[in-house]
């Protein structure tokens, strides 16, 4: 069974940066990307950036270009995100999702989900 354990989540001041981690294990192959969604109460779960695995091509929401990076040095079904200048409308839940299918901001690519890391932002 996939297990998905999301850390670095946290408090930051507008403007700051923080980098989330991601592993997932129970899967004995490499899944084909990974990605990274965010949600906030009431609203739908939103593709914020995504990756093929080995450092494959990336991909990233409108409202993150250039801000939000997939670090390509990730470890097998593992994933990070650096946020940078973070604005208060970037706090939410955070979730990252393994693939075998291509690496996009369609949640419908995606099965498997762990519990997220809170990102709160102060103004």
């Known amino acids: 069974q996939v297990q998905l354990v999301e850390s670095g989540g946290g408090s930051v001041q507008a403007g700051g940066s923080l980098r989330l981690s991601c592993t997932a294990s129970g899967y004995t192959g490499t899944f084909a990307s990974m990605g990274w969604f965010r949600q906030v109460p009431g609203k739908e779960r939103e593709g914020v950036a995504a990756?093929?695995?080995?450092?494959?091509?990336?991909f990233y929401g409108d409202s993150v270009k250039g801000r939000f990076t997939i670090p390509r040095d990730n470890a097998k079904n593992t994933v990070s995100l650096q946020m940078n200048v973070l604005p208060p409308e970037d706090a939410a839940m955070y979730y990252c999702?393994?693939?075998?299918?291509?690496?996009?901001?369609?949640?419908?690519?995606?099965?498997?989900w762990g519990q997220g890391t809170e990102v709160t932002i102060s103004s």
């Open positions: 999702t393994p693939s075998n299918r291509r690496a996009s901001l369609d949640i419908e690519d995606y099965n498997y």
């Open positions: 990756m093929y695995a080995g450092g494959g091509a990336t």
